[in-house]
């Protein structure tokens, strides 16, 4: 390597105090008198929007514990309780909660410990998601309601499921929530929450058009560590905040031609697959900066709100508007999930993003991420020539990452790059 390639990130840091405070609130809800659900899935806008219910997110909740390394110590609660290695990691993480407060272990941060749940809201868009809800009902006898969220295999299928879901939301989620919170389910709070998010996320939009310039002046890990404004912390004043922070330093770095990595911008741009490994984020990326790699796109964050204008707070059927983007908006979430419209997203993303190689990130654990990236690669390789290899790891557990076989792919998928550029 005759160049030194160095990073220049951008200032993510207003970020850590935003999700402390988040789970903080969480956590005290209870003392307040406040009804929790523990939720997995995009179902929790519901939860959210009623008052006296406090919400947290399976997925946010797990990369949070990831990326403060509070996560090993309590999946090794729960293999103590009898969970098999390969459930899910994000579900190991809250069943090792659990079984911490109910045997009163020890724990070295508390900040991992949540108050248990009334309610569990499962939005299953994977088979985990209901195994998971079931364990916890049986152990604990924490009530389910579990809504199925079928990802299509057709678009011609999706109006009808967009009904089925809309149906189930309105006749068992929300009664569910009512009955447990005690009060009703409030449609003004939930315009006001999609009216705050939707232009959080236009501002977001905006930061994302610097990940298309050559050189790019910020990576996805940045947008990866802001994800959380948007995901899980929505209608809050302090997320657009973030982001209005966010895109006046982009903006800056435009007007002063200043790249994400130094000296002169990045050698490779890839795109990345599957959930981003929260807990090695800084181990992943110094295997690619040396070389002047950078990951710059990729589906799984991309997956919330991509496209604000589709939403509209103030439809006439509020409950079912979150459901329409979900399945018939443009954007299609339910759609581009599954392997089926999967791959029509990446070629979309690896044109727009101007993409040279592929890593798909397969979770040892994920029942959901990992289906058909063999056959995306192969069909997108000869297609555009663009190669791509898997990774193996998991998001959170420690035990599932081996940097030696990281550096290895890594470096492989750079020199397959090389070889295509000559
Ligand atoms: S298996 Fe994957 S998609 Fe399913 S709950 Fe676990 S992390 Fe989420």
Not at 205 to 212: A, G, I, R, V
């Amino acid at each position: 390597m005759s160049v030194e390639y160095k990073l220049n990130r951008l200032d993510t840091s207003g970020v850590g105090p935003l999700v402390d405070k988040h789970w903080r609130e969480l956590r005290e809800a209870k003392e307040k008198g406040m009804k929790v659900a523990w939720s997995s899935g995009p179902l929790f806008v519901y939860s959210y929007a009623t008052p006296n219910m406090a919400s947290h997110f399976m997925a946010g909740y797990a990369a949070y514990c990831g990326g403060r390394k509070m996560a090993d110590e309590v999946l090794e609660a729960a293999e103590k309780y009898g969970e098999l290695r390969d459930t899910c990691s994000y579900h190991r993480l809250h069943t090792g909660m659990m079984a911490m407060i109910a045997n009163d272990w020890p724990v070295t941060d508390p900040r991992v410990i949540l108050p248990l749940p009334d309610l569990l809201i499962s939005g299953r868009f994977c088979t985990e998601m209901s195994h998971y809800m079931e364990a916890i009902y049986r152990r604990f006898g924490v009530k389910a309601v579990i809504i199925e969220l079928p990802v299509a295999r057709k678009t011609e299928d999706l109006p009808r499921i967009e009904k089925y879901v809309t149906d189930q939301v309105k006749e068992t989620l929300i009664p569910a929530i009512e009955k447990t919170s005690g009060s009703k389910f409030n449609e003004d709070n939930l315009r006001r929450i999609f009216r705050d998010w939707k232009e959080t996320c236009i501002i977001r939009n905006k930061c994302w058009e610097f990940l298309k310039r050559k050189p790019a002046l910020w990576t996805l890990w940045d947008y990866g560590v802001s994800i959380a404004p948007i995901f899980y912390a929505m209608g809050k004043p302090e997320s657009h905040a973030y982001y209005v922070n966010l895109l006046e330093q982009l903006e800056e770095r435009a007007a002063k031609n200043i790249p994400a990595v130094h000296p002169d911008g990045e050698k490779y741009r890839l795109y990345w697959d599957g959930w981003l490994p929260w807990a090695f984020l800084g181990k992943f990326l110094r295997l690619m900066v040396p070389h002047g790699a950078i990951p710059i796109s990729g589906r799984y964050p991309w997956e919330f709100f991509p496209y604000p204008e589709d939403i509209n707070p103030e439809a006439d059927d509020i409950i079912h508007e979150w459901i329409r983007v979900l399945y018939t908006s443009p954007n299609r979430l339910a759609y581009h999930d599954g392997p089926w419209g999967g791959k029509e997203h990446i070629e979309k993303l690896l044109e727009e993003y101007s993409i040279d190689g592929m890593l798909f990130f397969s979770s040892k654990t994920c029942r959901m991420w990992n289906l058909g990236q063999l056959d995306i690669i192969d069909k997108i390789e000869r297609k555009y020539g663009i190669p791509g290899i898997v990774i193996e790891g998991d998001m959170i557990d420690s035990s599932m990452v081996s940097e030696d076989q990281l550096r290895t792919r890594i470096e492989a998928l750079l020199e397959m790059i090389d070889a295509r550029r000559r």
